[in-house]
Structures are given as structure tokens and as C-alpha cells.
């Protein structure tokens, strides 16, 4: 009993440094935890509880973005096995394009229709042997391997720091010397704010050699499923909707790709 009211009173202390003590993981174990919800739905077998995830992603200003760009809003939409959702702006327009199964809609139709019959027209979406199926979504290696990912990093601690008033861990990551040379990343670093209590992603900063930006997770949302209405295009869009085979979306994917390489080789 006479310890009693002296416990008490160191009570929260106790509380506060067992918390800090649970935030400060080691850092390759934040770089999992931020990761694996993320990677889930790519995974053979994903857990039930993450099947699915919705994020609202920002383009912040500074380094390399064009003020054009900056703060532009993307939505991500996932769901395993086989279903995929980006509402984003494009040149001042939304644009959006969803995968359902083996299936495609994109909105506004007035403005990709044109772009299909481009690339039909100018040989890119014929022959070439190309896939003509999605497949499930899956990463490039199976899952046993997805746990060992963070050891494929260098992981430097760079402490604690707040965003809009949530604190974060703040972690660099770098590929290993080795893998670097073999991908061409050699240079690149990604700064990673990850939330301090559940290891959430709150911002990534991307720097290289000669290109650097900031990309804010302003929503994040894992779930076991998303609405059925997510992957159907809504009423007021419904009236200009393209539908596009695999074949025609990896056609378009495909051309606009190279247009982007050979832009890059120009500048």
C-alpha cells in the first residue's frame, strides 16, 4: 500500500516511455511494416484483411515538379485480384481509368478514343506478339521472397519529425551498392515518412542525380474489399465511356511509354 500512490504517479511516465520504445522499431522493421500492406494485394495470396486499398496521393512542390503539377491529387484504388482504379487530372481534366478483370473503361471517351485510333493507325497496335490478357496482379517474385524485400535496402534512421502535426519516423532508403549498379539507380535516394504509431506512409521524397520531388499519402485506407461501385463508372460520366480490351490498353499503355522514352533521349 505505501507504493501504491508512488506507482500511480509514475504511471504515465511509464506509459510514455513504453511508447517510445514501441515507436522506435528498428528501422528495416518500419520499412516492412510500411511495405507490406502496400504489397499485399499483389500478392498470391494476400491476407484477407488487405485485400483491397485506397489512397489519395499529391504531387508536393519543389525540386523537379512543375509548378503545373504541383499539389495535383491522384486517386489509387486497388483490390485483388484483378481490379485497378486511377482518377487523376490531366492538363486540367479528370481522367479516369479502371480495370475490372480483364476489362477496361476510361473516361472521357471523347478524348481517348482518339488516341486508340493514333496508335492503330500508325502500326503500334498491330502484330508484335504483345499479351493480350492482364493476369491477375502480381509481383515479380513470389511471396516468400516479398518478406526479405527490405533487406535488398541500406536503411539510415534519421529520427523522428511531424507532418501537418502527425509524427512520423523518418527513414533514407538506398538500394544496396550491388543492386544499384545492376538497375542504374546508383545516386538515387528515398527519404520516407512513415506515421510514428502504425508505420502508415505519409510522404516519400525521391533524390538523384539530376531529378528530385515529393509525393504525400493524404489518405490511406486498407480494407478487405472496396465498394462494388468503385470499378463502375458513375452516372453523370456514364455517357462518354470508352471500353477497351487488354489488348487495346497495353497497346495505348505501350505507345505512350515509348513516346516518353524518346522524349527523355531529346531533352
Given at each position: 500500500?505505501?507504493f501504491?500512490?508512488?506507482?500511480?504517479?509514475?504511471?504515465?511516465?511509464?506509459a510514455?516511455f513504453?511508447?517510445?520504445?514501441?515507436?522506435?522499431d528498428?528501422p528495416?522493421?518500419?520499412?516492412?511494416?510500411?511495405?507490406?500492406?502496400?504489397l499485399n494485394p499483389?500478392?498470391?495470396?494476400p491476407?484477407?484483411?488487405?485485400?483491397?486499398f485506397?489512397?489519395?496521393l499529391?504531387l508536393e512542390?519543389?525540386?523537379?515538379?512543375?509548378?503545373?503539377l504541383?499539389?495535383?491529387?491522384?486517386?489509387?484504388?486497388?483490390?485483388?485480384?484483378?481490379?485497378?482504379?486511377i482518377?487523376?487530372?490531366?492538363?486540367?481534366e479528370r481522367?479516369?481509368l479502371?480495370?475490372?478483370?480483364?476489362?477496361?473503361?476510361g473516361w472521357?471517351?471523347?478524348?481517348?478514343r482518339?488516341?486508340l485510333?493514333?496508335?492503330k493507325?500508325?502500326?503500334n497496335?498491330?502484330?508484335g506478339?504483345?499479351?493480350t490478357?492482364?493476369?491477375?496482379l502480381?509481383?515479380?517474385?513470389?511471396d516468400?521472397?516479398v518478406?526479405?524485400?527490405?533487406?535488398?535496402?541500406?536503411v539510415?534512421?534519421?529520427?523522428f519529425?511531424p507532418?501537418?502535426?502527425?509524427?512520423c519516423r523518418?527513414?533514407?532508403?538506398?538500394?544496396?551498392?550491388?543492386?544499384?549498379g545492376?538497375?542504374?539507380?546508383?545516386?538515387?535516394?528515398?527519404?520516407?515518412w512513415?506515421?510514428?504509431?502504425d508505420?502508415?506512409?505519409?510522404r516519400?521524397?525521391l533524390?538523384?542525380p539530376?531529378?528530385?520531388?515529393?509525393?504525400?499519402?493524404e489518405?490511406?485506407?486498407?480494407?478487405?474489399s472496396?465498394?462494388?461501385?468503385t470499378?463502375?463508372?458513375?452516372?453523370?460520366?456514364?455517357d462518354?465511356v470508352?471500353?477497351l480490351?487488354?489488348g487495346?490498353?497495353?497497346?495505348l499503355?505501350?505507345s505512350?511509354?515509348r513516346q516518353?522514352?524518346?522524349?527523355a533521349?531529346?531533352?
Amino acid at each position: 500500500m505505501f507504493f501504491q500512490p508512488r506507482l500511480l504517479r509514475l504511471l504515465p511516465g511509464m506509459a510514455l516511455f513504453a511508447g517510445t520504445l514501441l515507436a522506435a522499431d528498428n528501422p528495416y522493421d518500419v520499412v516492412a511494416k510500411m511495405t507490406r500492406p502496400l504489397l499485399n494485394p499483389f500478392l498470391e495470396s494476400p491476407a484477407a484483411e488487405g485485400r483491397a486499398f485506397r489512397m489519395v496521393l499529391a504531387l508536393e512542390e519543389g525540386g523537379s515538379v512543375p509548378a503545373e503539377l504541383a499539389r495535383r491529387r491522384l486517386i489509387l484504388s486497388v483490390e485483388a485480384p484483378d481490379k485497378v482504379r486511377i482518377d487523376t487530372l490531366l492538363l486540367g481534366e479528370r481522367i479516369t481509368l479502371c480495370r475490372n478483370g480483364e476489362s477496361v473503361w476510361g473516361w472521357p471517351g471523347a478524348r481517348i478514343r482518339p488516341l486508340l485510333e493514333r496508335v492503330k493507325s500508325s502500326g503500334n497496335g498491330k502484330g508484335g506478339g504483345g499479351p493480350t490478357r492482364f493476369g491477375p496482379l502480381r509481383l515479380p517474385v513470389n511471396d516468400e521472397a516479398v518478406v526479405f524485400l527490405p533487406a535488398l535496402l541500406q536503411v539510415s534512421d534519421r529520427g523522428f519529425e511531424p507532418v501537418a502535426d502527425t509524427n512520423c519516423r523518418v527513414l533514407d532508403l538506398e538500394l544496396t551498392p550491388q543492386l544499384a549498379g545492376k538497375t542504374g539507380a546508383s545516386g538515387f535516394v528515398a527519404r520516407a515518412w512513415a506515421r510514428a504509431d502504425d508505420a502508415r506512409p505519409v510522404r516519400i521524397q525521391l533524390r538523384g542525380p539530376a531529378w528530385s520531388g515529393s509525393l504525400r499519402f493524404e489518405e490511406v485506407s486498407y480494407q478487405a474489399s472496396l465498394p462494388a461501385d468503385t470499378w463502375a463508372p458513375e452516372a453523370a460520366i456514364a455517357d462518354d465511356v470508352v471500353q477497351l480490351s487488354a489488348g487495346e490498353f497495353l497497346r495505348l499503355a505501350n505507345s505512350a511509354i515509348r513516346q516518353a522514352r524518346l522524349a527523355a533521349k531529346e531533352e
